[in-house]
């Protein structure tokens, strides 16, 4: 069992910036994916990462959003530049040992943290 927290979250305005921080325990060689829900949306893919450090970005994401890891602190990282208020949302963490059909999937990730929310206003 591997618990995940999600931290970071806030109001900003549009333009600004947030770093979320999701802390694993216990770590371990962990494929992490963000996740966002926004208000009466389905959960959709942000971005992930291998344990490696190879990243993958959403489209609407890329170029503003990082995602980073520290292994030996078992924490990945999604630094958000750029904010707009289509990223408002409630921010999840997610992780898994194998990653079977496609990191994209929710369904694919064993792990979830509890959440934390992003408010950008206009």
């Known amino acids: 069992q591997v618990m995940l927290a999600e931290s970071g979250g806030g109001l900003v305005q549009a333009g600004g910036s947030l770093r979320l921080s999701c802390a694993a325990s216990?770590?371990?060689?962990?494929?992490v994916g963000w996740f966002r829900q926004p208000p009466g949306k389905e959960r959709e893919f942000v971005a992930a990462?291998?344990?490696?450090?190879?990243?993958y970005y959403a489209d609407s994401v890329k170029g503003r959003f990082t995602i980073s890891r520290d292994n030996p602190k078992n924490m990945v990282y999604l630094q958000m530049n750029g904010l707009k208020p289509d990223d408002t949302a409630t921010y999840y963490c997610?992780?898994?040992?194998?990653?079977?059909?496609?990191?994209?999937?929710?369904?694919?990730?064993?792990?979830w943290g509890q959440g934390t929310q992003v408010t950008v206003s206009s």
């Open positions: 216990p770590g371990g060689r962990l494929f």
């Open positions: 990462i291998t344990w490696k450090g190879a990243t």
């Open positions: 997610a992780a898994d040992e194998i990653i079977s059909s496609g990191y994209t999937n929710p369904s694919d990730y064993g792990f």
